[in-house]
């Protein structure tokens, strides 16, 4: 038992007594993808869009999000567990470095801006909006105040930290579900289909009967996510699997290209049926 907790949860080194940097980093990071920086390019110009001109849906967006970090945290991870220099101390330690510093700064300056213009019932829900986002739940936060005397969106300015919480939570949970099943003899990435088709059916099931636990709920979400980690999964270890859809390539690729705005052509910010709109974004993908 010792044993797996040094192994996994210090830092390489630790056992000696070595702390410098060269010894304690040693998780492998996925090489630069410009591919994937189109997709981002995608996700950042509808949510923009949706915000700036109200003529597109930002859902896309963060669904698109979503399956690129999923993709991405899921190949640093399948990468050192299968390398064996997976830690649970320095993936998390990353984790924090590379979004608490940017976060705590507007969290901070919201905190202090608030101070001089919003009123003191405002503050106050600013107050418990900034505690949520340092805790990186924030998407249960939104959801738990959702109802009839709920304020309007734009009265939220820290909304769009439901997104991260979610983000977060999985970056949590994940590693610690991976390492579980990573030694056993299960088959890994049937696991993982079958994790995915049910989150995925919660969230057809659901859309219908409650959309704001739908859209904030990481049960139904998670799905987006592990979309991204079964593409990573298969790119590492099941590459016979994507010969298909290697050979044809560019034919997938424009088909994909193609159906990305089909969820937000011709809906707009002040649409009222925002239920048809999370429905079409939903199948479609």
Sequence with gaps: ??????????????????????????LTHPKYRSDIDGLRAIAVLSVVGFHAFGIIVGFIGVDV???????????????????????FMEFYGRRIRRIFPSLSVVLIFCLLFGWFVLFADEYQQLGKHIAAGAGYVSNLTLWSESGYFDVVAEKKPLLHLWSLGIEEQFYIIW?????????????FL????????????????????DIVATFYSPQTR????????????????????????KEKATLFSAIGFTLTPMPVSGTTKDENNVLAIKQRVTVIH
């Design 190 to 209: 049937c696991v993982l289909i079958a994790i995915i088709t049910i989150s995925f059916g919660l969230n057809i099931w659901q859309v219908n009967k």
């Design 65 to 87: 999000f979503f399956v690129i970090s999923g993709f991405l945290i899921s190949t640093i991870i399948f990468e050192n567990m299968e390398g064996d220099s997976f830690s």
């Design 222 to 245: 998670f799905w987006e996510l592990l979309t991204g980690a079964c593409v990573a999964y298969a790119l590492l270890f099941k590459q016979s699997l994507l010969k298909v859809f």
């Design 1 to 26: 038992m010792s044993k797996i907790f040094y192994k996994y949860f210090l830092p390489v080194g630790a056992m000696q007594g070595k702390t410098s940097p060269s010894t304690s980093e040693h």
């Design 175 to 187: 590693p610690l579900f991976v390492w579980g099943f990573w030694k056993s003899r299960l088959n």
